[in-house]
């Protein structure tokens, strides 16, 4: 069982940056693949970003490539979402998500989920 713990939204102006962060309990951290999905009221899931359990592969939304950045650190059990140029579309609530599969931007394919922390772009 994994626990994961978001932290690091917030309002922010447009073409600002945020670092989201993402704690996951449990001693085998560095087995899981992560990732981050989005949501906003009345549409579906929106894959954002995933690394790899060694961090050596990441892969990213188009919407989001250029722009964002994933890593993680293993030995703290964390993993980061750097977002820099933010827009007015990229406000949702983000999820951190955890997969003992391969790499994926399937979010059926994650096992585990946070709880959400809430980013809001202003115009």
């Known amino acids: 069982q994994v626990q994961l713990v978001e932290s690091g939204g917030g309002l922010v102006q447009a073409g600002g940056s945020l670092r989201l962060s993402c704690t996951a309990s449990?001693?085998?951290?560095?087995?899981?693949?992560m990732g981050w999905f989005r949501q906003t009221p009345g549409k579906e899931r929106e894959f954002v970003a995933a690394?790899?359990?060694?961090?050596?592969?990441?892969y990213y939304a188009d919407s989001v490539k250029g722009r964002f950045t994933i890593s993680r650190d293993n030995a703290k059990n964390t993993v980061y979402l750097r977002m820099n140029s933010l827009k007015p579309e990229d406000t949702a609530v983000y999820y951190c998500?955890?997969?003992?599969?391969?790499?994926?931007?399937?979010?059926?394919?994650?096992?585990?989920w946070g709880q959400g922390t809430q980013v809001t772009v202003s115009s």
């Open positions: 998500v955890a997969t003992t599969r391969a790499l994926t931007y399937v979010y059926q394919e994650y096992d585990y």
């Open positions: 690394i790899s359990w060694s961090g050596g592969s990441t």
């Open positions: 449990g001693r085998t951290f560095s087995s899981y693949a």
